[in-house]
């Protein structure tokens, strides 16, 4: 039974490993896909085991890549990762279950050889050690080597393995000292943050925040400091007609009716019918008035609007590349480099539309590279005669220094703010 119990989670990480690299699919949705191919087999067994260990498989994929090809001479199938895991790092994990050292040393008759991880690493150049030792591709770890020193990149990588979490108060429903004495109630310990009053640092928790009822009613919401602060940027006001291009979920969208007391014009564009369907339930659950609130399923590049709004959020597709502590599937997405490379050209067309549709336009990307930042906006301010680049009267560092634009650019970072690693530029149009 304990062998057969193994080889299902073997078989289950496996599954998910290919979700996530052949689909492009978030860690949370290859799970529930894998959750429902597995469904039958998975009767009895605890589903937070199979959670955990596909994350920390997944949290170091170029690692185990690194070990397979040291212990086998060659990469190959996603099983032979989660046995690696298995072998290597999932003692702490896995000790306790019955015959697992029994399995370990079938294990071992099988493997051509064993090695000495430490030993092998300590072969490696400085680079290849940082991409191996905290699994990050190479090229991404050589990219940020450009514009901060060894020791910062590794505190940058080292931070995007931890997870943090943040809370947003929905004032629309509930005050911040009501929803903090509540989540103090359900053992969950915040930290009210200095920046932004109805942000709230999660310290502890004791069950996961999406069993929370607040949560479930609407009354408190999971979003990023950062992403907030890219609504921050966009300064609403009351009466202020507001475009969000990429609008699906709706969560900056339901925030910048918070910020407003339901008092802003929202026109809400998606390219998605089944996204903006479930972004109007998500709205009428947060409370947004959705009189005020016009809905267009169209795509962003080709906009279906003739008149020009006050403001325009353009919170833009991207490689996600800066929400790793959230989901660290990106650094598998990120291996396919054709695939980041595609994202830049779609930017840059989404960027221009946004100019032609509003005075001040907020451009943003939860992304860590230039070629998705500065260098989409740099394009921008070079080739458009009527724009003008204003740094967005928020907090965060400038942007990477060997950018002219650096210091009217703002980013984000997990190992400064406790943020995901976000983009923020502000651009007006004369």
Request: a positive charge.
């Amino acid at each position: 039974m304990v062998g057969k119990y193994l080889e299902t989670l073997v078989d289950f990480v496996a599954r998910m490993l290919y979700y996530i690299d052949k689909y492009k699919l978030s860690f949370d949705k290859a799970f529930q896909y894998t959750l429902s191919d597995y469904r039958k087999r998975l009767r009895g067994y605890s589903l937070k085991r199979f959670y955990n260990v596909s994350w920390n498989v997944v949290l170091n994929y170029y690692k185990l890549r690194f070990i397979e090809e040291k212990v086998y001479g060659a990469t190959k199938g996603y099983k032979r990762l989660v046995t690696l895991w298995m072998y290597y790092l999932g003692n702490d994990t896995l000790k306790e279950i019955k015959g697992y050292n029994r399995f370990i040393r079938k294990l071992s008759k099988s493997m051509p050889k064993n090695i000495d991880l430490d030993e092998e690493l300590s072969k490696l150049d400085s680079v290849s050690r940082i991409a191996v030792e905290l699994s990050y591709p190479k090229w991404f770890v050589e990219l940020l080597l450009k514009y901060m020193s060894d020791s910062e990149v590794t505190r940058l990588l080292e931070s995007m393995n931890n997870e943090f979490y943040w809370i947003r108060v929905n004032t629309l429903k509930i005050d911040v000292d009501k929803a903090i004495r509540l989540l103090e109630a359900e053992n969950v310990s915040v930290e009210q943050d200095k920046d932004l009053w109805y942000m709230l640092k999660v310290i502890d928790y004791s069950k996961p925040l999406y069993q929370l009822e607040l949560l479930k009613e609407g009354y408190i919401i999971t979003q990023d400091k950062a992403s907030a602060m890219v609504v921050e940027a966009l300064e609403p006001e009351e009466n202020d007609v507001i475009i969000d291009m990429c609008a699906a979920p709706g969560i900056k969208a339901s925030l910048i009716m918070q910020l407003t007391e339901n008092k802003a014009n929202m026109v809400l564009m998606d390219i998605s019918r089944d996204r903006v369907y479930n972004m109007v339930k998500l709205l009428r659950k947060y409370g947004v008035d959705i009189n005020r609130v016009q809905i267009v399923i169209a795509d962003s590049t080709k906009p279906p609007i003739s008149y020009r709004a006050n403001k325009v959020l353009l919170d833009a597709p991207c490689t996600s590349s800066g929400t790793l502590p959230r989901d660290p599937s990106i650094r598998i997405h990120l291996d396919d480099i054709e695939w980041v490379k595609k994202f830049p050209k779609l930017q840059l067309s989404l960027l221009k539309s946004a100019l032609r549709l509003g005075y001040e336009v907020v451009y943003a990307v939860c992304s860590l590279l230039p070629w998705e930042g500065e260098e989409v906006v740099e394009k921008i301010v070079g080739s458009e005669n009527n724009v003008v680049l204003e740094r967005p009267g928020i907090p965060g560092s400038s942007g990477y220094k060997s950018y002219d634009i650096s210091g009217k650019v703002v980013r984000f970072f997990p190992h400064i703010h406790r943020a995901e690693g976000f983009f923020i530029a502000k651009i007006k149009v004369l």
